[in-house]
């Protein structure tokens, strides 16, 4: 815990340092508030934002827009990823045609689903699904196939039906992968969202950006910018608990499991 608390604090002096660094270079080098304001104009900014309740209400749109979006194409993504990773015929004709359509910019495609599904909350669930579609189905694939094939076919000769090999040895594996996927997908789901609120919206942060884009307030785009890192740390960080709640028995991405087992061996 005293670790952890050092560690805490080092971040924290650390992100003090280098918003210190920044304000200096401002005011040194003389920078136009409209090329790149101080964080001290960005913290009033956003103190007036908050006062004024001008954040709340975009905030709320825009994250239900990441967690539908999010929902909706990681619900696909799971299902398709798991037909191709049991079907090697799906794959040979279906998996190609997935990565062309993936390899498509989003940004580019952003106008054409706005003018599909109109200015509100379909057109962004569909771009958030799109952009959060692809992590998710890559990690399914390869989690469910990255099974032993010794155990596979162990169950096999004791006479499991494949249901039984999916569930009880498949899925069980691959939920690391699966839960690697799903901390990407949210973030992407969250891209994909403010992408298609900067073409065209009525409410959402990226709308504020652009409105305030439009009057020059550099101060109160990057006040919405921090939201939007905040946001996204925080929709992150609750993947991340599920996945520790869930996988308890799993220790591949703790940090410290490492260094706990070298000290409990004396090492």
Same mark, same amino acid.
């Given at each position: ?79 398709? /990823?798991?037909? %191709? $990773?049991?079907?090697?015929?799906? @794959?040979?004709? #279906?998996?190609?045609? !997935? ?92 891209? /994909?969202?403010? %992408? $298609?609120?900067?073409?065209?919206? @009525?409410?959402? #942060?990226?709308?504020? !950006? ?58």
């Amino acid at each position: 815990m005293r670790g952890t608390a050092v560690s805490a604090i080092l971040r924290i002096l650390l992100m003090l340092a280098l918003l210190g660094l920044w304000e200096w270079a401002v005011i040194a080098f003389q920078m136009p508030a409209y090329i790149l304001p101080a964080p001290s104009k960005i913290f009033w900014a956003f103190v007036n934002g908050v006062s004024s309740n001008l954040y709340l209400g975009h905030l709320g749109v825009t994250l239900g827009e990441t967690i539908a979006g999010f929902v909706v194409g990681c619900a696909l993504a799971f299902a398709l /990823g798991t037909v %191709v $990773a049991l079907s090697r015929t799906v @794959e040979y004709f #279906l998996y190609p045609i !997935i990565v062309m359509f993936q390899a498509m910019p989003k940004v580019a495609l952003a106008p054409l689903i706005i003018v599909w599904f109109g200015l509100g909350l379909a057109s962004k669930v569909v771009s958030a699904a799109l952009v959060a579609f692809f992590p998710l189905m890559v990690n399914t694939i390869v989690g469910l196939r990255s099974a032993d094939e010794d155990r596979i076919n162990l169950m096999r000769s004791l006479s499991a039906s494949r249901w039984q090999i999916f569930t009880m040895l498949q899925l069980p594996n691959a939920l690391p992968y699966i839960f690697a996927g799903l901390e990407i997908a949210m973030i992407f789901a969250l891209i /994909g969202a403010i %992408v $298609a609120e900067l073409v065209g919206a @009525e409410q959402g #942060l990226g709308m504020l !950006i652009q409105s305030m884009n439009f009057n020059m307030d550099v101060a109160g785009q990057f006040s919405v910018l921090l939201i939007l890192s905040v946001l996204g740390l925080v929709l992150n960080g609750a993947v991340a608990l599920v996945r520790r709640r869930m996988l308890f028995w799993d220790t591949s991405r703790d940090s410290d499991a490492g260094e706990r087992t070298a000290t409990s061996k004396g090492v």
